[in-house]
Nanobody, 125 residues
Framework: QVQLVESGGGLLQAGGSLRLSCEVSGGTFGSYAMGWFRQAPGKEREFVAA????????RYGDSVKGRFTISRDNSKNTMYLVMNSLKPEDTAVYYCARAKTSRASAVSARSMDYWGKGTLVTVSS
């Protein structure tokens, strides 16, 4: 049974930084691409970032490019998302997910087979 658990969410002011973690248990973490998605109240789930199996390739949504950084540590079965220069519009529940593929380029909401329960990030103005 593959389980994903996000942590690191919280309440902070605009301009601040936060690091989210996603710890994966079960399965083979190092064989699959991983992704971060977010969903704000009343909005559809949005792609945030993806990373390939080795960490050598990444991809970002347009709204977070240059501010967020995705990384992974396969020795710890953990993925991270460092979020800088946070804006109120970054407020959302952030989900991590495991892809069915090893390639970051193929990551989308429809290509993920396991999801975490999410962690809430609230950015005040």
């Amino acid at each position: 049974q593959v389980q994903l658990v996000e942590s690191g969410g919280g309440l902070l002011q605009a301009g601040g930084s936060l690091r989210l973690s996603c710890e994966v248990s079960g399965g083979t973490f190092g064989s699959y691409a991983m992704g971060w998605f977010r969903q704000a109240p009343g909005k559809e789930r949005e792609f945030v970032a993806a990373i390939n199996w080795s960490g050598g390739a990444t991809r970002y949504g347009d709204s977070v490019k240059g501010r967020f950084t995705i990384s992974r540590d396969n020795s710890k079965n953990t993925m991270y998302l460092v979020m800088n220069s946070l804006k109120p519009e970054d407020t959302a529940v952030y989900y991590c997910a495991r892809a069915k593929t090893s390639r970051a380029s193929a990551v989308s909401a429809r290509s993920m087979d396991y999801w975490g329960k999410g962690t809430l990030v609230t950015v005040s103005s």
